[in-house]
């Protein structure tokens, strides 16, 4: 049997997760691109697979009908939204994710995204590199309100996590768990009290069915003068073009991204001083990364073990 592996930098974090694939005797093809797979080279390398180890390569109903013997999806990640959930179902292709291995790593990131921010860290390094000395000066990060959109498992982890480093939470979320908000003080408020109280917002939610975009224009034109915004979601969920316009108009401080609605991302936001961009690095930390690379092999061989 013969299982896909589309994610590029495979088994670079440590060699168990090739280990465990050796070991099943199943016949692995590699993605050798060392870059995310078109849906035609998908379809080429893996057309006569049983299983796939999946990126973010579109995985939608066409494509998924391109493989007769596909039994089992083994998403390397949390999110499925890049696999049409109904189309496998239908097939009975049974899907897999890894929700909890990005979790500590994004949190982190988003500390580290934060942190950047209020102490204008990547500005003072460019300017050293050009042999400017400048004290930028910064904020700390203790006794800041910090709003949280979207406490799932890296929302919450990030909630806790600066709530030990002195800040004030706010959370909003459509199906808020009362009893865990109570438990962390963290303070649900509804949508437009999180914009309007938050010095630092950050988006965590989940990214939506039918893209709807849900900080425009008008919400940012809302958020609390001076603030700033992180997003480690989705792209698409914030619109690019309303913030590089906030961001000239000094609507906001400042924003750092980890997503965009194109990537790579090389737009306008790209020419902004006041912005913090990483190339979609929240899981991408070799402890996570590692741990996730494992776990999505463990499903792929479960599951494939079940269907016997």
């Not at 090739?18 to 993605?31: E, P, R, T, V």
């Not at 089992?72 to 496998?88: F, H, K, T």
């Not at 939610?205 to 989705?234: F, H, Q, W, Y």
């Not at 790579?264 to 070799?286: M, Q, W």
Request: proline share 4%; with cysteine; aromatic share 4%.
């Amino acid at each position: 049997m013969r299982i896909l592996v589309t994610p590029s930098s495979f088994g670079e974090c440590g060699s168990e997760p090739l280990q465990l694939l050796q070991a099943s005797g199943l016949d692995i093809q590699f993605n050798s691109k060392k870059r995310r797979l078109s849906r035609e080279e998908v379809i080429s390398l893996g057309s006569d697979c049983v299983g796939i180890i999946a990126g973010l390569e579109k995985l939608d109903a066409d494509t998924l009908s391109c493989f007769p013997n596909l039994r089992v999806v083994s998403r390397l990640g949390s999110g499925v939204d890049n696999i049409d959930l109904e189309a496998a179902k239908q097939k009975g292709i049974v899907v897999r994710s890894t929700p909890y291995g990005p979790t500590r790593a994004a949190a982190e990131l988003t500390l580290a995204m934060v942190m950047a921010l209020l102490r204008n860290i990547p500005m003072a390094d460019r300017n050293m590199r050009q042999g400017i000395w400048r004290k930028e000066i910064g904020q700390l990060i203790q006794g800041r309100v910090l709003g949280i959109l979207g406490l799932g498992r890296i929302g919450r982890e990030v909630a806790q996590l600066m709530i030990a480093m002195g800040c004030t939470v706010l959370g909003h979320d459509l199906v808020p768990d009362v009893d865990w908000s109570d438990k962390y003080n963290v303070r649900l408020v509804d949508f437009n009290d999180l914009l309007l109280e938050s010095e630092i917002l950050c988006i965590h939610v989940s990214s939506l069915d039918d893209n709807t975009t849900l900080i425009g224009a008008k919400e940012l034109a809302s958020m609390r003068p001076g603030s700033m915004l992180v997003n480690m979601a989705r792209g698409g969920i914030v619109d690019e073009d309303a913030l590089v316009t906030a961001l000239k108009n000094e609507t906001l401080k400042g924003a750092a991204l980890d997503v965009y609605s194109q990537e790579p991302y090389s737009g306008p936001l790209t020419e902004i001083e006041n912005v913090v961009l990483t190339p979609h690095l929240g899981s991408y930390a070799k402890d996570a990364k590692l741990a996730m690379e494992i776990e999505s092999v463990e499903n792929l061989l479960e599951s494939l073990d079940k269907q016997k």
